[in-house]
């Protein structure tokens, strides 16, 4: 249940981690489940790090190798894939062997599941997605410690789980770059929306330095086909939730203040000012604004002001990703601001340490952090 709340908790925020190359969210699901049975286990904080590692290989490599094929079908991969690197993340922490971590992913993807009708309306769904992985990993990695096998070619075996989830799949993706671990590609939010939202919140931020927003008339937005169908849907947010899968109101937000965060969500705060400008976006489809092999997933705008006059801005790379990385202030930062109002200001710095110096035989105990197990 401890893997399923903190996975819950953490993507319902839509502040967590996430790889392009996977289409996906990792840490979400991963690290709560890891995190869940390394306390139960008291495995060590080295082993920790091993265990969170494998399940990132194991959830960008498979994820990656099946996109864009799992969006064309309608599978979130967060929740489809996330099961069976959790597995394989709890099983390589359980001490199980090479046989052994295959029976547990092999368990799990027979139980994945997700689908991104999230998108469309009622996003409170969306969180129970990585949660369910989460929970699938440590059930899977349990059952094939107790001996419970898992069929053979899951992945890729004629009925097996590729098969399942897209027409074609890339399988040298399962291979690309071994060696190098792929944690390290991965990126960090700033904004708490859907990623597909983030180059359009900075380009219209942008946008509001150089206009005043009275004056604009008509705005363009130029975005990657997969940005549209799961961000593009909603054009007036009516629930917080969806205002996180709504480009329309995160621009419009952005271009008024020049800023977007969480203060904008909770209730969404769609006034007169945030309506008219909503009516003047309008999205345009055009491919040219991603290019996987290369990292690139951004966003164009173009804003026509009453006057005629045309002001255009791009980001193609968006603020957290490796190629744009946050420092550890931002880190920091953003760790404070997700605490606030939940934990004390001492639990934060106490928080801020731990992790700083987190490695070692040293065994996980929530305890050094809370004092209890019930406070």
């Not at 107790?146 to 053979?152: V, Y």
């Not at 709504?246 to 705060?269: F, Q, R």
């Amino acid at each position: 249940m401890a893997a399923f709340l903190n996975s819950l908790y953490g993507h319902g925020a839509e502040l967590d981690d996430g790889c392009r190359m996977a289409m996906g969210h990792v840490g979400v699901h991963v690290i709560p489940a890891v995190l869940a049975l390394a306390e139960a286990e008291e495995k060590t904080q080295d082993e920790i790090m091993v265990a969170i590692a494998v399940g990132y290989e194991t959830y960008i490599r498979i994820s990656a190798a099946a996109q864009p094929g799992m969006i064309k079908r309608s599978f979130h991969s967060t929740g489809m894939a996330g099961g069976i690197a959790c597995a394989a993340s709890c099983a390589k922490l359980l001490g199980l062997d090479a046989e052994g971590i295959e029976d547990a992913m092999s368990l799990a993807s027979t139980m994945s599941s997700g689908l991104l009708t999230y998108s469309e309306s009622r996003q409170m769904i969306k969180p129970i997605n990585p949660a369910r992985a989460a929970e699938t990993g440590v059930f899977a990695a349990r059952l094939a410690q107790s001996g419970i096998k898992g069929p053979l070619n899951f992945l890729e075996g004629p009925n097996g789980w590729f098969h399942a989830v897209a027409d074609s799949v890339n399988k040298q993706m399962i291979s690309k770059e071994f060696g190098h671990l792929l944690i390290h590609d991965c990126y960090f939010k700033l904004y708490p929306s859907c990623r597909h939202t983030h180059c359009g919140i900075e380009a219209a931020s942008n946008i509001h330095k150089k206009v005043n927003p009275d004056e604009i008339n008509k705005v363009y937005l130029y975005l990657y086909p997969n940005a549209i169908k799961l961000a593009g849907q909603i054009k007036f947010p009516v629930e917080p939730d969806e205002t996180k899968f709504s480009i329309h109101y995160s621009c419009a937000i952005a271009l008024l203040y020049g800023e977007y965060g969480v203060d904008y969500m909770n209730p969404p705060l769609v006034n007169n000012a945030i309506r008219d400008m909503i009516n003047k976006i309008e999205l345009i489809s055009d491919e040219e604004m991603e290019d996987r092999e290369k990292g690139i997933r951004g966003t164009k705008i173009e804003v026509i002001m009453k006057d005629g006059k045309k002001v255009n801005d791009i980001v193609i790379v968006p603020k957290g990703d490796p190629e744009n990385p946050l420092n550890d202030k931002d880190l920091w930062m953003k760790l404070k601001l997700c605490a606030k109002d939940i934990v004390s200001e001492n639990i934060v710095e106490k928080l801020v340490i731990y992790i700083s110096e987190f490695g070692g035989s040293k065994l996980l105990d929530s305890r050094t952090l809370y004092g209890s197990r019930t406070q």
